[in-house]
């Protein structure tokens, strides 16, 4: 055979070959994009622990996440209490949402949710506080690892007398998001166990539509109880907290929270 016959068929062999591997000899390889994936915005976890005043476990469930809240800081973990079944500190916003939760299933404090429904915690896990520590210290880490499919910006601003909290959802994902309601909750903070971060008013849920790939949501938020310091108003010192969050109304899964200065 002679050579250039020779380097005719070995080009042609070459050619063939990159043409069924799908790549160009001059272009670089490129791979498609994950479309499950997310951009890398961090979650915030959201605990909401139930508690009844009277109830000899709770101290132990208070105990704990009161600690790895301090640890972790709200960027990471936004702890939020809502007392129930009377003893001074429940409100009817509180009772509602336990229901909610539960609906007809087994009720009962100290009672842990960790971003909605997507873990509960009933009761503790053993008779010591370093075990029961370390089972919720568990399931924090483990949501922390989950990347979010949202972002939440949010401030709040004085007009008149009334505080007016406004921000945006964004869908970061590359998936339709469906069934999503954005929420809110303020709360007191005491010096006692147990009203670290205690809820004292819940907004009403603002449904959202169908909010696709890099689309965005607006909501508005006027709180019932003012937002002013305590100090301010009777003379009293007090220390307001503020959350914002989005949640699922089918699965109850808390996406993603925002805890606001």
């Known amino acids: 055979m002679k050579i250039n016959q020779r380097i005719s068929i070995s080009i042609f062999l070459i050619i063939l070959l990159l043409t069924l591997s799908g790549n160009n000899i001059l272009t670089p390889q490129v791979f498609a994009q994950d479309t499950n994936s997310s951009n ?64 007809d299933g087994k009720k009962g404090t100290p009672d842990v949710f960790i971003n909605g429904l997507t873990k509960r915690l009933q009761g503790l896990s053993c008779d010591c506080v370093e075990g029961n520590y370390e089972c919720y210290k568990d399931a924090i880490d483990e949501e922390l690892t989950r990347p979010s499919l949202l972002e939440i910006s949010a401030s709040k601003s004085l007009i008149e007398s009334d505080y007016i909290i406004e921000g945006t959802v964004k869908n970061i994902s590359y998936t339709p998001l469906k069934d999503l309601t954005v929420c809110g909750m303020v709360s007191k903070e005491g010096d006692d166990s147990g009203l670290y971060n205690y809820i004292q008013d819940i907004f009403p849920f603002q449904n959202m539509p169908l909010l696709l790939p890099g689309a965005t949501f607006n909501f508005k938020f006027i709180p019932e109880i003012p937002l002013a310091p305590e100090s301010e108003i009777d003379g009293e010192e007090e220390i307001l907290h503020l959350v914002i969050f989005v949640q699922n109304t089918e699965t109850k899964e808390v996406l993603q929270a925002l805890y606001i200065e």
């Open 40 to 103: 890398t915005v961090p979650r915030t976890v959201l605990v909401e622990l139930f508690v009844q005043e009277g109830c000899p476990t709770c101290p132990t469930a208070e105990f704990c996440l009161e600690d790895l809240a301090w640890e972790y800081g709200t960027s990471k973990f936004i702890l939020v209490q809502e007392h129930i079944w009377g003893g001074g500190y429940d409100t009817p916003e509180t009772n509602a949402r336990y229901n909610w939760y539960v609906g």
